[in-house]
């Protein structure tokens, strides 16, 4: 509404302050990054007494805009256009919401105004992390992860498997080899249920959004059926050496070793180590 107020000047009073505020006056301004953006102020024109100012709101209040200059990280890659920034290399930090105030004579006082505007920077995704395991047992639960950090807005993730592109649904898929795994592409994850053999081969993933997309490098996934013979040639190597062990155990006390060792232990159990040795 209306706002009326009385400006001081070194504890005086200066002049009364009539201008109108409107907070529902509120725009967005997307751009995408390092590319340029304006960050218009609504004003009918500009005059030689006019005074501006554009701040950056936050956590605390920052000026982008102050005393006739540019500030901060503004100060080189902005300029001034009437009311209006044109900010030519835009970043993500540049990201929030930035408010300009205006403030000029006129017969009935100081006039003032302002003008809030959001601005939104898109930003393409970068190389995506992608967890591959290199080997897997067939039939057990496998799970590959794809992540993107850097990417607004969010991107969505789409997994290729020896360079073909997989679908969302397998069944629907002529390129599937198995039809148990689910991909959800806002999270990055690609699960096999009960991975097989056929899934073996190399993997990448693409995190895409409106701005741009990126690959990870591809990598592979080997998948082995559970050795049965190998197994059970082990446990028969196993149970030979056991064999074995026990035989040369029987052997040793037949030929009475253990009852000479026996004999041994008690003598020097008996005896004074020191009488033995030193005598």
């Known amino acids: 509404g209306t706002v009326t107020s009385v400006l001081f000047f070194h504890g005086q009073p200066y002049h009364k302050a009539c201008g109108f505020s409107d907070p529902k006056d509120h725009h967005v301004v997307t751009a995408i990054e390092y590319q340029e953006v304006i960050l218009a102020c609504k004003y009918p024109k500009?005059?030689?007494?006019?005074?501006?100012?554009?701040?950056?709101?936050?956590r605390g209040i920052s000026f982008v805009?102050?005393?006739?200059?540019?500030?901060?990280?503004?100060?080189?890659?902005?300029?001034?256009?009437?009311?209006s920034i044109r900010i030519k290399n835009v970043t993500r930090n540049d990201a929030g919401k930035y408010r300009c105030e205006i403030s000029a004579p006129s017969e009935q006082g100081q006039n003032l105004a302002e003008d809030t505007v959001t601005l939104e920077v898109l930003v393409?995704?970068?190389?995506?992390?992608?967890?591959?395991?290199s080997s897997a047992l067939s039939g057990t639960t496998v799970e590959l992860r794809c992540q993107d950090k850097?990417?607004?807005?969010?991107?969505?993730?789409?997994?290729?498997?020896?360079?073909?592109?997989?679908?969302?649904?397998?069944?629907?898929?002529?390129?599937?080899?198995?039809?148990?795994?689910?991909?959800?592409?806002?999270?990055?994850s690609l699960q096999f249920n009960a991975v097989s053999k056929l899934d073996s081969g190399e993997y990448s993933c693409e995190a895409r959004n409106s701005v741009g997309h990126r690959k990870c490098p591809g990598k592979r996934m080997q998948v082995d059926d559970l050795n049965i013979s190998g197994i059970i040639a082990a446990v028969v190597v196993v149970a030979i050496v056991i064999s074995l062990c026990g035989l040369g155990v029987c052997y040793a006390q037949r030929k009475g070793y253990f009852s000479k060792v026996l004999s041994i232990i008690i003598y020097f159990h008996e005896h004074d180590f020191k009488d033995i040795f030193c005598n």
């Open 46 to 58: 500009k005059t030689v007494s006019s005074r501006l100012e554009w701040k950056k709101l936050g």
């Open 65 to 83: 805009y102050y005393q006739q200059a540019l500030q901060g990280a503004f100060k080189d890659r902005a300029e001034l256009i009437d009311f």
């Open 124 to 133: 393409a995704p970068a190389v995506p992390s992608c967890e591959v395991p």
């Open 150 to 188: 850097e990417g607004n807005p969010a991107p969505e993730y789409t997994w290729f498997k020896d360079g073909i592109r997989l679908s969302g649904n397998p069944r629907l898929d002529a390129q599937s080899t198995n039809s148990s795994y689910t991909m959800n592409v806002k999270s990055g």
